[in-house]
């Protein structure tokens, strides 16, 4: 398949395309608003900028450092963030506010993304971690505007997908001006599909660089006291269905020797949240939501994190933390947040789109896998009745996080050489 072939098979699947937005808008309605964006018809009222592309939630949190660098770097372009998804908009809006432009990407279709770069005319296009858009790169360099791959992975299974396809894949990879790569595993992968050494370079990963301003924790300890009192607690975060099931069966298990024990739920996608407070009345726990204060009667044995932009402080509040995405088969979520913060990190065995973060963590001892609800309450045990074990395992993830910051300022000199 080239990229004549995809971009016909786009524009005939492009009904099924806005019929699965509207199904999404069912449990999330801001997914029915703002169509003119995706489709390229209501554009941003920018020029020359540096446009950053964060496909959602995940991306633009790791993405906060880089911009917040270009911000200061070139205070005179505007910066337009782009998204694909309600909650990667409102995470953009959350950090930014009206300090940078954002819309949705438009479709990546030859006549949408023609109209959206002569329209924008940005200086520069960044992409984020895997965001490869054949289009967009090739209407990019057509017209002269360079494009950065900025904190690129590229997992084994992704790049066996991406192999498939040659004739497409190796092109567009040919058309990237620079790819700052989190590691040379992720480096080595590109080459292979296609990109020229030349435009490789090994950055390490900007979720290292985490701001952690929003989650001191001196203010955490005071808040965790006077919301929680001497309660235990552990995080849930970013799960998804299929995982607030075994988080809620470890649950029970605790509870049985921990019986003040509190458990911070929280799901990945905003529309999740009714179903997860569902599914733990239905277990038979007293649940609250984040949502309704700081601080929780004692009868309450769950809350659901409800809000966005707090998954750190949450984090921050617990004594321990797993890390969803990963007891089912999505590729997990960054293991960073609590790392960085000190606490220890549990995941399932799917955590493949963080491999080396992962086995960074594994191999200093960080991090602990668990396969099940049943392991998952085992080690959870084990490091809520040992706490100095549990403060070790803390220490030893804070540190890789620590002896690996400084993405960003390679990053930011990657995309300077290019403006």
């Known amino acids: 398949m080239n990229r004549l072939f995809y971009s016909l098979v786009l524009t005939l699947l492009l009904p099924v395309v806005l019929a699965y937005l509207l199904w999404r808008s069912r449990k999330a309605p801001a997914y029915r608003q703002r169509w003119g964006e995706r489709l390229g018809l209501t554009l941003p009222k920018v020029n020359d900028a540096i446009v950053v592309h964060c496909a959602s939630m995940g991306e633009t949190l790791a993405a906060v450092p880089l911009i917040e660098a270009l911000r200061a770097r070139y205070p005179d372009k505007p910066v337009l963030v782009t998204s694909f998804t309600p909650s990667g908009s409102e995470q953009v809006k959350q950090r930014f506010g009206d300090s940078v432009a954002h819309a949705y990407l438009p479709l990546d279709l030859p006549f949408i993304t023609r109209r959206f770069i002569r329209r924008v005319r940005p200086a520069m296009?960044?992409?984020?971690?895997?965001?490869?858009?054949?289009?967009?790169?090739?209407?990019?360099?057509?017209?002269?505007?360079?494009?950065?791959?900025?904190?690129?992975?590229?997992?084994?299974?992704?790049?066996?997908?991406?192999?498939?396809?040659?004739?497409?894949?190796?092109?567009?990879?040919?058309?990237?001006?620079?790819?700052?790569?989190?590691?040379?595993?992720?480096?080595?992968?590109?080459?292979?599909?296609?990109?020229?050494?030349?435009?490789?370079?090994?950055?390490?990963?900007?979720?290292?660089?985490?701001?952690?301003?929003?989650?001191n924790l001196a203010d955490l300890r005071q808040a965790r006291e006077q919301g929680f009192g001497q309660r235990k607690i552990w995080c849930a975060g970013s799960t998804h269905p299929g995982e607030f099931e075994q988080a809620l069966s470890a649950h029970r298990a605790l509870l049985r020797l921990h019986p003040d024990l509190l458990l911070l739920l929280v799901p990945r996608?905003?529309?999740?949240?009714?179903?997860?407070?569902?599914?733990?009345?239905?277990?038979?726990?007293?649940?609250?939501?984040?949502?309704?204060?700081?601080?929780?009667?004692?009868?309450?044995?769950?809350?659901?994190?409800?809000?966005?932009?707090?998954?750190?402080?949450?984090?921050?509040?617990?004594?321990?933390?797993?890390?969803?995405?990963?007891?089912?088969?999505?590729?997990?979520?960054?293991?960073?947040?609590?790392?960085?913060?000190?606490?220890?990190?549990?995941?399932?065995?799917?955590?493949?789109?963080?491999?080396?973060?992962?086995?960074?963590?594994?191999?200093?001892?960080?991090?602990?896998?668990?396969?099940?609800?049943?392991?998952?309450?085992?080690q959870l045990e084990h490091l809520l009745s040992l706490r100095k074990q549990a403060e070790q395992m803390g220490h030893q993830g804070q540190r890789v996080v620590d002896t690996n910051r400084g993405a960003t300022e390679r990053q930011l000199a990657l995309a300077s050489s290019l403006l």
């Open 125 to 215: 296009v960044v992409l984020m971690e895997t965001e490869l858009w054949p289009n967009l790169i090739h209407q990019c360099h057509r017209q002269r505007v360079p494009v950065m791959l900025s904190n690129a992975r590229m997992s084994e299974r992704s790049a066996r997908g991406y192999a498939r396809f040659p004739r497409l894949t190796r092109p567009m990879l040919g058309e990237l001006d620079a790819v700052a790569a989190q590691s040379a595993e992720d480096g080595a992968r590109l080459v292979t599909l296609g990109l020229d050494p030349a435009k490789l370079t090994i950055c390490g990963s900007l979720k290292f660089d985490l701001d952690l301003s929003r989650a």
């Open 269 to 378: 996608h905003p529309e999740q949240f009714d179903h997860a407070e569902a599914l733990a009345q239905q277990a038979g726990f007293v649940t609250a939501r984040r949502t309704g204060g700081d601080s929780v009667e004692e009868s309450v044995q769950v809350v659901i994190g409800d809000t966005m932009g707090e998954l750190l402080t949450l984090y921050g509040l617990a004594d321990a933390a797993f890390v969803g995405g990963s007891l089912i088969e999505r590729g997990g979520h960054n293991p960073l947040e609590p790392a960085a913060l000190g606490k220890p990190v549990l995941m399932g065995p799917h955590f493949f789109n963080f491999q080396e973060i992962g086995q960074a963590l594994l191999q200093a001892g960080g991090m602990t896998l668990v396969n099940n609800a049943d392991e998952l309450a085992d």
